[in-house]
């Protein structure tokens, strides 16, 4: 089992950067596939990035590719999402999430969440 946390969410204005961070807890957090996604009011919960557990190969959704990059430290046992050119349509609850499928963009892959962190994007 995994417990995971995230931290760094907050208010920032358009063209900002934040860094999203996630501490996992438990056992075998280097064998987790690891993601990054998003809710905004009203509407479903989307695919930002993931990252392999092995070599650390890295998905972005093309909303974020070129801007978001996510990162792991398997010592650490955290996850990182450092967000940059940030837009007001990037405004979302951040979640960081643990499962068994490498790369996957669909949530039901994911076994283990955290509660969520808010960044909001002001224009």
């Known amino acids: 089992q995994v417990q995971l946390v995230e931290s760094g969410g907050g208010l920032v204005q358009a063209g900002g950067s934040l860094r999203l961070s996630c501490a996992a807890s438990?056992?075998?957090?280097?064998?987790?596939?690891m993601g990054w996604f998003r809710q905004a009011p009203g509407k479903e919960r989307e695919f930002v990035s993931a990252?392999?557990?092995?070599?650390?190969?890295?998905w972005y959704a093309d909303s974020v590719k070129g801007r978001f990059t996510i990162s792991r430290d398997n010592v650490k046992n955290t996850v990182h999402l450092q967000m940059n050119s940030l837009k007001p349509e990037d405004t979302a609850v951040y979640y960081c999430?643990?499962?068994?499928?490498?790369?996957?963009?669909?949530?039901?892959?994911?076994?283990?969440w955290g509660q969520g962190t808010q960044v909001t994007v002001s224009s």
């Open positions: 999430a643990a499962g068994y499928v490498s790369g996957s963009a669909v949530v039901k892959d994911y076994t283990y």
């Open positions: 438990g056992r075998f957090f280097s064998s987790y596939a």
């Open positions: 990252i392999r557990r092995g070599d650390g190969q890295t």
